[in-house]
Structures are given as C-alpha cells and as structure tokens.
C-alpha cells in the first residue's frame, strides 16, 4: 500500500507565498513521478506541475515563473512554493505519486487534497 499526503495549505492575501509539502510512503521501491494538480469550483482538476525522477520540471503555463517544485532529501517529499499568488490560484491542490512497488506493481495514488485561499 502506498499513501500519499498533503500539508500547507490556507488563506493567503494575494500577492503572498505559501508552501504545500507531500509525502507519499508505504511499499515504494521507486518513484517516476511526482505531481501538483488542483481543482478550482465548479472547474476541472488541472496540472499545476510535476517533477520527473531525473528531477526535469513541467508547469502549467499560469503558474509559470510563480511556482517552484522542489523535491526534499527525503526522494519521497515535494514541495510547491507558490509565490505571487492570485485569486485565480483558490483550489484544492492534489498530488499525485506513480511508481512501483516493491513487488513490481505500478501504482498511481492521490492524496486527499488540502485547501488554498487567496483572498484579493
């Protein structure tokens, strides 16, 4: 079984920085993928980024030069700095973990999402 677990989130004014951090463990051999994704009322769940295992970078082209992924010394813990943040960024932000387990099966969880407010 693998978990996977968000923290971070909250009611920020716009223009600030908040950090969300996930951690997945459980049966984890290796990871390929970690991502953030979110999902703002009444809209679907969108990509905001991912970080590869070789550590390459992707984002969604609205948080572009706003939000940075990182990954701890601990491989299986992310972390999504959002700066300059905007109401538009209100949503429940997900992350996601594929890889494999130790007996060789894929696995693609979520976590259960955690809240961001960005009040103008």
């Known amino acids: 079984q693998v978990q996977v677990v968000e923290s971070g989130g909250g009611l920020v004014q716009a223009g600030g920085s908040l950090r969300l951090s996930c951690a997945a463990s459980?049966?984890?051999?290796?990871?390929?993928?970690m991502g953030w994704y979110r999902q703002a009322p009444g809209k679907q769940r969108e990509l905001v980024g991912v970080?590869?295992?070789?550590?390459?970078?992707t984002y969604a082209d609205s948080v572009k030069g706003r939000f940075t992924i990182s990954r701890a010394n601990a491989k299986n813990t992310i972390y999504l700095q959002m700066n300059s943040l905007k109401a538009e960024d209100t949503a429940v932000y997900y992350c996601?973990?594929?890889?494999?387990?130790?007996?060789?099966?894929?696995?693609?969880?979520w976590g259960q999402g955690t809240q961001v407010t960005v009040s103008s």
């Open positions: 996601n973990a594929q890889g494999r387990t130790w007996n060789l099966f894929r696995f693609d969880y």
């Open positions: 459980g049966s984890i051999a290796s990871i390929n993928a």
């Open positions: 970080i590869s295992s070789d550590e390459s970078t």
